[in-house]
């Protein structure tokens, strides 16, 4: 999928948005289709996996970048919280409390019914989405490091509380934040998916999975293949970067003796 | 040039310290031993100035010294510092021993570049006996003697004036043991240090020790010349204390053990808080609490007998094992 994402243009067979109206609606080539379309083509005549192509393409960006921004955001968070403890521990964590209580797709909506839609806004909208657990596992995981003795040592030492932070518990708690980023990356491909696929997410021209899901919708019946091909997708790059976390977590937690 | 350490105080209602007043002079070593619970570790982390006292105070060259944290304390442990008792928990087990010392010398400003920094910290390494080839193994791939080597060789790179080690040989084996005290008094001989050495092992703190403290319950029972201490033990627990040791000497005097259990430092008896134990309590004893007074022979401690002792007898001090 990455491999997909980053050449993208180099292996799509056509462009995404170049139509050919003489072949609209034709079946994926192994089902009878046309021979120079792999996955068959959509209502305006577009390559589907070309398509299909691009959209992984847009919804990696997407969740990769929108999953960091909540990992970097949420664990910043929950690192003062756990440095500070006391009013500001309070204040972080009540804001966990409200975010995680709230609906996220409630609150897309209203960020993007007032703010429009652009790419970049997207994609920091979608950052937003799961801050609240990386700063509260980023807080307990701190707050447990802090009593350990290798950052009492260190702070005995003498080093400034950064360097104890960065140096000394970062990479002791990195295991932790890094399955949390496992997990969340495919609830936010899926986020996203949903988001496109209500309309509020990325716009044609541009494709992404969950838009071609949506296009797809009044075609279901008699074309199966516009729906399945991103469904598909969905389903295996969320399972394989599930797995990958499974795996990550299993290396991780052996490594320390 | 003189020193003085002071300090005073408890935490909380657990008096893990009550009222030690005594002061380390410069390039001494001074030995502090009882059993676990009586506080001694407490007496390093405020000695060293990484605990506040509840009352009192610590001076240090004068000084008093700086309050938890902020840029004053850390540049305090540029002077002081404080080595920790079990080395596999104070070491952080994602970096290599090595980066654990060249940081060492880099954040107290020894290194200016971290190629320097770590030059450095082979030199420290190879001071403490470590192989410069093992500074880039992780804390949990050493063994016992070489983690706590590195233990020290990151307090000692920076060459600091004072050191408080605790329990420094309590995670080793035997024979790991004295060749470990062996490079703590070779070390504390070629850098003029001065030290406080905390544990439970008596034989650990004589080898290397000028003056030996013994503490019960929180409090110095008695204090003074290693020798004196060792082998003319006066207060009725030091004389406990050093008749449990096993020593190959069938002519020594026995000593019945002590019986039963040291009180706990939230629940401290009345008066002399060694009495419930004390082969030689009397009247006094449960009423008051002892002062640390001096003996004849320089020493002191806090003990009524002993003090009823001497006042009878001025030399020498009536105790058991008295042949030093």
Request: contains cysteine; positive net charge.
């Amino acid at each position: 999928m990455v491999v997909l994402a980053a050449f993208a243009p180099l292996i799509a067979p056509y462009g995404y948005a170049e139509q050919d109206l003489m072949a609209r609606l034709s079946p994926p080539s192994f089902a009878g289709g046309e021979p120079g379309h792999l996955l068959g083509t959509d209502h305006l005549g577009r390559d589907v996996l070309s398509r299909l192509i691009y959209a992984i393409r847009i919804s990696m960006i997407v969740a990769v970048l929108g999953t960091a921004i909540g990992a970097i955001f949420g664990s910043a968070l929950g690192f003062l919280a756990a440095h500070f403890r006391g009013v500001v521990e309070e204040a972080v964590m009540g804001l966990v409390d409200v975010q995680a209580a709230m609906p996220f797709l409630i609150f897309a909506l209203l960020v993007i019914a007032f703010f429009g839609n652009d790419l970049a806004l997207f994609v920091v909208l979608v950052g937003f989405y799961g801050w609240e657990r990386f700063a509260r596992l980023a807080r307990a995981v701190v707050v447990d490091a802090k009593t350990r003795g290798y950052a009492e040592a260190a702070r005995a030492a003498g080093l400034p509380p950064r360097r104890i932070y960065l140096v000394h518990i970062l990479p002791n708690v990195a295991s932790a934040i890094v399955v949390q980023l496992t997990l969340n990356l495919p609830e936010t491909i899926l986020l996203e998916a949903g988001l496109s696929f209500l309309g509020l997410g990325i716009q044609p021209p541009l494709t992404s999975l969950g838009l071609m899901l949506n296009d797809s919708r009044p075609y279901i019946a008699l074309y199966w293949w516009l729906p399945a091909a991103p469904g598909v997708v969905i389903f295996l790059t969320t399972l394989s970067v599930s797995l990958l976390g499974d795996a990550l977590r299993d290396r991780l937690d052996s490594s320390l003796r | 040039m003189s020193r003085h350490y002071r300090a005073r105080g408890g935490r909380g209602t657990v008096h893990a310290v009550d009222g030690v007043d005594l002061s380390v002079v410069h390039g001494e070593t001074l030995g502090v031993v009882g059993e676990s619970g009586c506080g001694k570790s407490t007496l390093g982390r405020v000695l060293s100035g990484l605990e506040p006292p509840t009352a009192g105070q610590i001076r240090y060259g004068g000084a008093p010294l700086p309050g938890k944290d902020g840029a004053a304390f850390r540049a305090s442990r540029r002077r002081i510092q404080y080595v920790f008792q079990h080395p596999l928990l104070a070491l952080n087990p994602r970096l290599t021993v090595g980066a654990h010392v060249a940081e060492m010398a880099r954040v107290h400003g020894l290194a200016a570049s971290a190629t320097e920094a770590r030059r450095k910290a082979a030199a420290a390494l190879a001071d403490v006996g470590l192989d410069a080839a093992l500074g880039a193994r992780y804390p949990h791939q050493l063994s016992g003697g070489q983690r706590q080597r590195a233990l020290l060789a990151r307090s000692l790179v920076i060459d600091p004036e004072f050191v408080v080690l605790d329990e420094p040989t309590s995670a080793l084996d035997l024979s790991v043991q004295a060749q470990v005290i062996e490079l703590i008094g070779r070390l504390k001989a070629r850098r003029a240090l001065t030290v406080v050495i905390i544990s439970h092992d008596l034989r650990v703190v004589r080898v290397l020790s000028d003056r030996i403290a013994v503490m019960y319950l929180g409090v110095v029972v008695e204090i003074g010349a290693a020798d004196q201490v060792y082998h003319a033990p006066a207060h009725p627990y030091a004389v406990a204390l050093i008749a449990a040791l096993l020593r190959l000497d069938p002519d020594a005097p026995r000593v019945p053990p002590l019986e039963g259990e040291p009180a706990s430092g939230g629940d401290i008896p009345p008066g002399c808080r060694f009495h419930p134990r004390c082969p030689r309590a009397a009247a006094p004893g449960r009423a008051l609490e002892p002062p640390l007074a001096p003996l004849p022979d320089g020493r002191q401690v806090a003990c009524h007998a002993v003090a009823a002792d001497t006042a009878r007898a001025p030399w020498p001090p009536l105790s058991a094992g008295a042949a030093a």
